[in-house]
């Protein structure tokens, strides 16, 4: 059972926008902005996206953002390519000092 | 840049060791950040075992606490990862990572390419 709670799946064609949400609790994604996203293709590692909520590492598309609103953090993608077509795992630190991810998303683009 | 590689036996049996080591290059580890574990069942999602601090100081999934122990070789520039009483359950891919900011484990910026490890007798 996962820490935060994510949608198993969304889909999105080609140059639309898409959403992942993230839902936490006060001890976690309310508490604190430090939500991270990672992105992973069938049998790679996963990359870091987005930290800090909203931040992105260089090299990281500026099609990828990220935001929050209490306990829900969200990942959008706009411009779908079909490239980004993979699993997206929500992180946030907690108060108990431990990390929590998310179940997952799948994210298919059509 | 920094680069991490995970290596150790690819099968442990039920109830023995699992002992993973993270070697890592281009940042020496007694200088700075957190180094952490992550696992993934096969076809699951990603699960956080836990971090060490260059100092040593160590934070641990409290559902694996009991039976985890992270630890740094700086000599070896590598930090290990080890797994007691293991069953099937603990079959899985298991990454090494190096978090960010560098005084806390926030968030994992560099990650190694994983290594699978099967718990069968």
């Known amino acids: 059972q996962s820490a935060l709670t994510q949608p198993a799946s969304v889909s999105g064609s080609p140059g639309q926008s898409i959403t992942i949400s993230c839902t936490g609790t006060s001890s976690d994604v309310g508490g604190y902005n430090y939500v991270s996203w990672y992105q992973q293709h069938p049998g790679k590692a996963p990359k870091l996206m987005i930290y800090?909520?909203?931040n992105r590492p260089s090299g990281v598309s500026n099609r990828f953002s990220g935001s929050k609103s209490g306990n829900t953090a969200s990942l959008t993608i706009s411009g779908l390519q079909p490239e980004d077509e993979a699993d997206y795992y929500c992180?946030?630190?907690?108060?108990?000092?431990?990390?929590?991810f998310g179940g997952g998303t799948q994210l298919t683009v059509l | 840049q920094v680069q991490l590689q995970e290596s150790g036996p690819g099968l442990v049996k039920p109830s023995e060791t699992l002992s993973l080591t993270c070697a890592v290059s281009g940042h020496s580890i007694s200088s700075g950040y957190f180094w952490g574990w992550i696992r993934q069942p096969p076809g699951k999602g990603l699960e956080w075992i836990g971090s060490i601090y260059h100092g040593g100081k160590t934070f641990y999934n409290p559902s694996l606490k009991s039976r985890v122990t992270i630890s740094l070789d700086t000599s070896k520039n590598q930090f290990s990862l080890k797994l007691s009483s293991v069953t099937a359950a603990d079959t899985a891919f298991y990454y090494c990572?190096?978090?960010?900011?560098?005084?806390?484990?926030?968030?994992?910026?560099?990650w190694g390419k994983g290594t699978t490890v099967t718990v069968s007798s």
């Open positions: 990572a190096r978090h960010n900011p560098s005084y806390n484990f926030y968030y994992m910026d560099v």
């Open positions: 992180s946030s630190y907690t108060s108990s000092n431990t990390l929590g």
């Open positions: 800090d909520v909203s």
